[in-house]
């Protein structure tokens, strides 16, 4: 079945380190593939999507790319902020969009 | 702009107690889903109502039953609350049909159950 999978937290950066946080998918067909981040006592937000193979989503400095050849979706910051703090999680969904499958999060502390 | 619309914020029950947690979207969305939020658990999908008058189990449904009222509103019961039931709900919608949306969430319910 579909799913996906995000490397394990938690993760803490000095303030101005690059962040990557990798996060793998397995799916048949053509998923579209998201970014969510859940801040403390939130729900989860949309960061960035990329719906096509070499699309590259982007927000507020994160960037990842769809790569269809190793099947990966990996977010990035080259100069993380306290602010960043948060939980961020790796999605999926495909066809008519019923279903989203999400990976089990990566909680990353960002510190001055 | 509300979008996502979770009542309550918290809640204490005790073992056995019933409860309905509220759901409403203000984004003509035609699909709505429940999700619980457990530690280490990332995000499980408990039902999920593709279009108004349809309901669909999610991977942890034993225990829920849910109400898809019209289109804005999407209720999640618990007919008798066990501990293990312990947890963050959050509902959340997504335009029906595009996969390239993504879905939309509420702040949570945060439920404990003693």
């Known amino acids: 079945g579909d799913s996906v999978t995000q490397m394990e937290g938690p993760v803490t950066l000095s303030e101005e380190a690059f962040l990557t946080i990798n996060c793998t998918y397995t799916?048949?067909?053509?998923?579209?593939l998201f970014w969510y981040v859940q801040y403390p006592g939130e729900g989860l937000q949309l960061l960035l999507k990329?719906?096509?193979?070499?699309d590259k989503g982007s927000n507020k400095g994160f960037e990842a790319t769809y790569r269809k050849e190793t099947t990966s979706f990996h977010l990035e910051k080259g100069s993380v902020q306290v602010s960043d703090s948060a939980v961020y999680f790796c999605?999926?969904?495909?066809?008519?969009?019923?279903?989203?499958?999400f990976g089990t999060g990566t909680s990353l502390t960002v510190i001055p | 702009n509300a979008g996502v619309t979770q009542t309550p914020k918290f809640q204490v029950l005790k073992t056995g107690q019933s409860m309905t947690l509220q759901c409403a979207q203000d984004?003509?969305?035609?699909?709505m889903y429940w999700y619980r939020q457990d530690p280490g658990m990332g995000l499980r999908l408990i039902y999920y109502?593709?279009?108004?008058?349809?309901?669909d189990k999610g991977e942890v449904p034993n225990g829920y039953n849910v109400s898809r009222l019209n289109k804005r509103e999407f209720s999640l019961r618990l007919e008798s609350a066990a501990p293990s039931q312990t947890s963050v709900y959050f509902c959340?919608?997504?335009?029906?049909?595009?996969?390239?949306?993504?879905?939309?969430f509420g702040d949570g319910t945060r439920l404990s159950i003693l």
């Open positions: 109502s593709a279009s108004e008058g349809t309901t």
């Open positions: 999605a999926l969904t495909k066809g008519t969009g019923n279903q989203f499958y």
């Open positions: 799916a048949t067909g053509y998923p579209s």
């Open positions: 959340a919608s997504s335009e029906q049909g595009n996969s390239n949306q993504p879905q939309h």
């Open positions: 990329a719906t096509k193979a070499d």
């Open positions: 984004m003509n969305h035609n699909s």
